[in-house]
């Protein structure tokens, strides 16, 4: 590692030079070609389908593109949509934060104080052992059909990821970075704020964008159980009757929304771990 | 004149794998308030586990250390500390890095955005503020880590091999900027290195240490005046002299710790 050469790059030349434009232009230009590049998979994906459906395979079974299309357009307008999929957003977005706030907190306590660790390891290792799916009727048991056994199973899913997540980036926290700022004048809560939760950061955002998915999963689950609202209780009345087309059209707003809610915390991702340059 | 750092019969084991291993024995050193002493010995002698035990990250189990007249015991909030590895928070802007300490000690509001730009002046850093950690490079990463430990103005400062990895040129410049800071505050510096040339060029007295058990073997009063050239004091006979003294106390213990 040579010093000045180092400085220069961190200091880096004031003047935009035509090498910096050609550099810049090429880079846009692959950005596009990939864009373009994705449009033409989907394209052909929905032409595959469209050509399958009634030539290769049964359309009962596959449906058609232009039919789940139709369907979701429909229930656009006629409010459907927005009925169930309020109920299954508004069920996972509390689980989501139930188990957010609860698997940080406990993560934080376990990762600070090794012994509550040590003693809790193998019951919480048995615990998270179970799937979570099977807990589903229980929480139906004790919640009712309502939306709380729905968010019951969500918050216990996205629990485990985010407590282990937490768990795992307190325990990685450099200690030298904690004996630097208690000598400093950092007290206990000082080195929890500006230490150990920006250190634990990464993982914990890792975990969230992994647990997005699972929530939703969780909240489908206990719809398709038992309820009488929601995307999955949509999905499910509609394979009870064979009707492909509805059951397709569910897959996709669930598809369409776990994708948004990744690309929030991608841009939420990158704000918040901005320094790693 | 009580001394700034009083050692006095520390000894320091460690149990590993089953059996006791005995890192410090029988230390007693002075330091007098305003002094630059260098701790220098094999790897694994001790001199970094002194350090943290003045620095209160080590129990002091046997032997006691004063600090200022304070017996430490835990964390020492009154001295400065400075490490080899990066130490300045990675997630903090140059800025908030060095506005920390400051609001540890109630500096607020203009009073310390007044400070940090004195500071981030005073190592030569002004532009930077804004930037974080991973945008500069390791020499300006140490000089962040050298205004963040100035600001607060301890009177005692620690530093732990805080250039060991830099190359050589950026080495005597860090070395030029930390000398101009201590001959204008005359802060109490304990600083360990492992390259001898670097102790003599910066300390007043040079602490050699033996092979673990680390002892302190000898110890040499650096008669070069406290107002020196870090370019051109090795070029001196005296640093010569002093040097050579050094070096046939350290290079039987480099062997020992060798050939063990």
């Not at chain 1, 369907?71 to 069920?91: K, M, P, Q, V």
């Not at chain 2, 205004?147 to 410049?173: I, N, V």
């Not at chain 2, 040097?243 to 290079?251: G, P």
Request: hydrophobic share 50%; aromatic share 10%; net charge positive.
């Amino acid at each position: 590692m040579s010093g000045a050469a180092d400085e220069a790059a961190a200091i880096g030349g004031p003047v935009r030079t035509a090498r910096v434009e050609a550099a810049e232009a090429a880079a846009g230009q692959r950005k596009l070609w990939i864009i373009v590049l994705r449009v033409l998979v989907g394209v052909g994906f929905l032409a595959l389908w469209h050509h399958a459906s009634g030539n290769w395979i049964d359309t009962m079974l596959i449906s058609s593109p232009e039919a789940v299309g139709l369907r979701l357009w429909r229930w656009l307008i006629d409010g459907t949509l927005w009925n169930h999929l309020s109920i299954t957003l508004y069920a996972t977005a509390w689980g989501f934060g139930i188990g957010c706030i609860v698997g940080f907190s406990l993560g934080l306590l376990f990762g600070r104080y090794t012994l509550i660790a040590e003693v809790f390891d193998p019951y919480i290792t048995a615990i998270y052992s179970i799937p979570k799916i099977a807990l589903a009727p229980l929480f139906i048991i004790w919640f009712g059909i309502g939306i709380e056994s729905k968010v019951a199973v969500s918050a216990a899913i996205v629990f485990f990821v985010i407590f282990l997540n937490t768990y795992s980036g307190v325990r990685e926290v450099n200690p030298i970075y904690v004996h630097v700022t208690r000598i400093m004048g950092g007290g206990e809560a000082d080195v929890l704020r500006h230490v150990i939760v920006p250190s634990a950061a990464s993982w914990v955002i890792t975990g969230l964008k992994v647990s997005v998915p699972y929530a939703l999963v969780g909240t489908v689950i206990g719809e398709f159980m038992s309820s009488n609202r929601g995307i999955g209780f949509l999905i499910n009345q509609a394979t009870g009757l064979f009707n492909t087309t509805s059951v397709y059209a569910g897959i996709i707003v669930l598809a369409f929304v776990g994708a948004v809610i990744n690309a929030a915390l991608k841009h939420i991702e990158a704000y918040v771990l901005r320094w790693r340059g | 004149m009580t001394a700034s750092i009083a050692i006095s019969g520390v000894r320091k084991s460690y149990v590993a794998r089953g059996r006791e291993v005995l890192a410090l024995d029988r230390v007693d050193l002075d330091i007098a308030p305003g002094e630059f002493v260098a701790f220098v010995g094999p790897s694994g002698c001790g001199k970094s586990t002194l350090m943290n035990m003045i620095a209160g990250i080590l129990p002091i189990e046997e032997g006691s250390i004063l600090h200022d007249g304070q017996r430490v015991n835990g964390i020492n909030r009154a001295v400065g500390y400075m490490t080899q590895q990066d130490a300045v928070l990675p997630w903090r802007t140059v800025e908030q890095n060095v506005a920390l300490p400051l609001r540890f000690h109630g500096v607020n509001g203009a009073a310390r955005t007044k400070r940090v730009a004195e500071m981030l002046d005073a190592v030569g850093l002004t532009g930077f503020g804004r930037s974080f950690p991973a945008e500069l490079s390791g020499g300006m990463r140490k000089r962040v880590a050298l205004a963040q430990l100035l600001a607060y103005e301890p009177r005692t400062l620690l530093m732990d091999e805080p250039f060991g990895a830099l190359d050589a040129q950026l080495k005597l410049l860090m070395q030029e900027q930390l000398l101009r800071i201590w001959q204008a505050k005359r802060q109490t510096v304990v600083f360990v290195t492992h390259d001898l040339a670097e102790a003599i060029t910066v300390a007043q007295r040079v602490v050699v240490f033996t092979g673990r058990p680390g002892q302190i073997k000898q110890i040499e009063t650096v008669t070069l005046p406290a107002e020196r050239d870090v370019f051109k004091v090795r070029f001196l006979p005296e640093f010569e002299a002093a040097y050579t003294r050094l070096w046939d106390a350290l290079a039987p213990e480099i062997r020992r710790g060798e050939a063990a």
